[in-house]
């Protein structure tokens, strides 16, 4: 399985940010997609989770602001009202897989 992220870049508080992550490979083995993020000096987060009946769990510091979606191969991680602690490099993951990341930073 192999993970691509995308759609990450500078924002100001308050905008938002739709990340995608496409996998490739065996995908069949795909049940989970998660979005995790590792701001610097932090350790690596869970942020959101969808399983392939589209259920969801969301880490309380962006539930009601972030929503992850699926289609097919693709998990989304749309990202509104964002924080400057949002910043971070936000990873897709499912399995033992993971993505290269894509770099969020929110700022004014």
């Known amino acids: 399985v192999q993970l691509q992220a995308s759609g990450g870049g500078l924002v100001q508080p308050g905008g938002s940010l739709t990340l995608a992550c496409v996998a490739s490979?065996?995908?069949?083995?795909?049940?989970?997609m998660n979005w995790y993020r590792q701001a610097p000096s932090n350790e690596r987060e869970f942020v959101a989770r969808?399983?392939?009946?589209?259920a969801t769990n969301y880490a309380d510091s962006v539930k009601d602001r972030f929503t992850i979606s699926r289609d097919k191969n693709t998990v989304y991680l749309q990202m509104n009202n964002l924080k400057t602690e949002d910043t971070a490099v936000y990873y897709c993951?499912?399995?033992?897989?993971w993505g290269q990341g894509t770099l969020v930073t929110v700022s004014s």
């Open positions: 993951n499912s399995l033992v897989f």
């Open positions: 490979g065996s995908i069949s083995r795909i049940s989970v």
């Open positions: 969808v399983t392939r009946g589209g």
